[in-house]
């Protein structure tokens, strides 16, 4: 397997700032593992329903997350603030595969970074469904080069 290496904020369209907590701390002194998997998650969801191409509570179409994927390069520590950048890498007939990287603020080297892929399915049947054009334009935005 290649080692895959650290991506720059050239690299994304899109960018969240976020506060990390005491809570994200783990026992060896910096933000643990599963905390960056919360930080892709939160800034998909932001980008979406900022976008206004998320209903969480009524949305007929919803993503469902099938697939994640982390690699970390430097650790980050509580009271660190963060800058999560998000790409669109792949945009299918029913599914999104999203890149995100975690920068610690004022570093152009991403510390952690990884991917996020949503299928997007009915609401009531769970079944796969294409892409709604109002989402497809929002993703569009975020695909680099």
């Known amino acids: 397997m290649t080692?895959?290496?650290?991506?720059?904020?050239?690299?994304?369209?899109?960018?969240?700032?976020?506060?990390?907590?005491?809570?994200?701390?783990?026992?060896y002194g910096h933000i643990n593992n599963v905390v960056y998997?919360?930080?892709?998650?939160?800034?998909?969801n932001?980008?979406?329903l900022r976008a206004g191409v998320l209903d969480f509570t009524e949305g007929q179409t919803i993503g469902l997350v099938v697939e994640?994927?982390?690699?970390?390069?430097?650790?980050?520590v509580f009271p660190d603030r963060i800058d999560a950048g998000l790409?669109?890498?792949?945009l299918g007939n029913t599914s999104v595969r999203y890149e995100v990287a975690?920068?610690?603020e004022g570093s152009d080297q991403a510390a952690a970074q990884g991917h996020f892929v949503h299928v997007y399915v009915d609401r009531?049947?769970?079944?796969p469904v294409a892409l709604p054009a109002p989402?497809?334009?929002a993703l569009k935005r975020l695909i680099i080069g």
């Open 135 to 137: 989402l497809v334009d």
């Open 3 to 27: 080692k895959p290496t650290p991506t720059t904020r050239a690299d994304y369209a899109h960018f969240l700032s976020i506060s990390t907590r005491w809570a994200d701390n783990d026992v």
């Open 87 to 90: 790409r669109v890498e792949k």
């Open 124 to 127: 009531e049947s769970r079944r």
């Open 37 to 44: 998997y919360s930080y892709f998650d939160t800034v998909v």
């Open 102 to 104: 975690i920068f610690a």
């Open 46 to 48: 932001e980008y979406l």
């Open 68 to 76: 994640t994927r982390c690699n970390y390069f430097a650790p980050i």
